[in-house]
């Protein structure tokens, strides 16, 4: 493995806030470099007659037609609520302090 390719775990680690112990980060830094000599083997691979792609498998969105309709009755929706007036859901009040 190339120095530019070598990532150090226990920089990453510092920069994330993470304590890891001597046995954690020797661990952790066997599989990040066996990570990154698979991603090495991958560069050699070519990609020439590939069209780049932002996803693997080809997005398609699938949306109803848009038409309008009636909406719901009012008087149906505040029947169900535990509280109403004038039309109007009642919720209880909420003041948050930060």
């Known amino acids: 493995m190339t120095d530019a390719t070598h990532i150090d775990v226990s920089y990453v680690a510092n920069l994330a806030r993470i304590d890891l112990t001597e046995e ?11 990570i990154l000599e698979y991603v090495e083997q991958l560069g050699e691979l070519d990609v020439s007659n590939v069209a780049p792609t932002a996803h693997a498998m080809p997005l398609v969105n699938i949306l109803r037609t848009d ?20 039309g109007q859901i009642l919720v209880p009040k909420i003041n948050e302090q930060f």
């Open 24 to 34: 954690e980060t020797k661990l952790f830094q066997g599989q990040l470099d066996q």
């Open 67 to 86: 038409t309008p309709r009636d909406s719901l009755d009012n008087e149906a929706v505040t029947a169900n609520a535990p509280a109403a007036r004038d």
